[in-house]
């Protein structure tokens, strides 16, 4: 009996350390979007911070230097976004796609000297999980409790409706949403620094595999809602770790069809909600995507 209680305790530690980084990239996206603004670049984003978290992590062999830094490397992607769409208005969508390209190129370049290398990883702080865990959960309850019970949340909230309207009494929407982006990519990047100094401590070119896409599943899924964030976020990490455990188990299927169970979950959780949760669709900021024109 003790055998099988460790057996799923340690399942659990690994689910929810498989979805930290979705935990931590989807909460800086979904306070993105509460301002209004569209980030398709969160893949870019993590990428970046998980090499220059790494590169400052093996380099000064401190994790917590690393994790700081590659939050750093995630709000710096964000700001070029930010300066691009909302100074310059540019295309959201377009701009977001090419954060991406650029992330995974620049990560690529910068990590090539860091091929090989190993990092010591981040040290256990409470019940076998490391502080960047704790420190996501944490998160996502300071994002609730700012979003719902503070003026400031509000206010965020406000412009991520209406635009104009917040404009119109006062309230400066750009300088609101180049927070908001910040904010969102300096937590994509710390999300990308959690994959390589603590669930697999070392760097791999194109590590996040994906995971910046799901980050963005993760908002529309959780309706823009802060705690559905960590459900979302766990039930796809427990599908990834199925699909590992069952390559592992040898079952008779292709592995590259096992790969695809996570993107294939996500294709259906989004068609599923666009079909289906009509709420969930109405919950979505309404100024979401909009070019905000100050003079208009």
């Known amino acids: 009996m003790n055998a099988d209680w460790a057996l799923v ?4 530690l690994t689910i929810v350390t498989a979805a930290t980084p979705l935990v931590l990239a989807s909460t800086g996206e979904l306070v993105a979007e509460k301002s209004g603004v569209l980030n398709l670049g ?3 984003m993590m990428v970046v911070g998980a090499i220059v978290a790494f590169m400052v992590g093996v380099e000064t062999g401190n994790g917590a230097l690393g994790a700081l830094a590659g939050a750093a490397a995630g709000a710096a992607m964000s700001l070029l976004f930010a300066v691009l769409t909302l100074t310059l208005l540019a295309n959201q969508v377009a701009t977001g796609l090419a954060l991406t390209l650029f992330g995974l190129g620049l990560s690529a370049l910068l990590g090539r000297p860091y091929v090989g ?8 702080l409470w019940l076998g999980l490391d502080p960047l865990v704790w420190l996501s959960l944490a998160l996502v309850a300071g994002v609730a409790w700012f979003l719902q019970f503070t003026r400031a949340g509000l206010i965020l909230r406000a412009v991520g409706e209406n635009h104009q309207a917040a404009h119109d009494i006062g309230y400066p929407v750009i300088a609101i949403r180049y927070g908001a982006v910040a904010f969102g ?25 994906g995971r910046g896409w799901i980050a963005l599943a993760l908002v529309v899924f959780a309706a823009w809602r802060p705690w559905r964030v960590i459900v979302g976020a766990y039930l796809f ?5 199925i699909q590992l455990h069952a390559q592992g188990a040898g079952l008779p299927l292709p ?6 169970l996570p993107y294939v979950v996500t294709i259906v959780v989004l068609a599923a909600i666009s079909r289906g949760a009509v709420r969930g669709r109405l919950n979505a900021p309404a100024s979401l995507g909009k070019v905000f024109h100050a003079s208009g």
Request: no cysteine.
């Open 185 to 209: 990519g300096a937590l994509s990047g710390l999300g990308g620094a959690y994959l390589s100094l603590a669930y697999t401590p070392l760097w791999i070119e194109n590590m996040t595999a």
């Open 255 to 260: 592995p590259q069809l096992l790969s695809m």
């Open 9 to 12: 305790a340690s399942g659990l």
């Open 42 to 44: 969160v893949e870019g």
């Open 117 to 124: 290398a190993v990092f010591v990883g981040l040290p256990d």
């Open 237 to 241: 990490g427990g599908i990834t770790i």
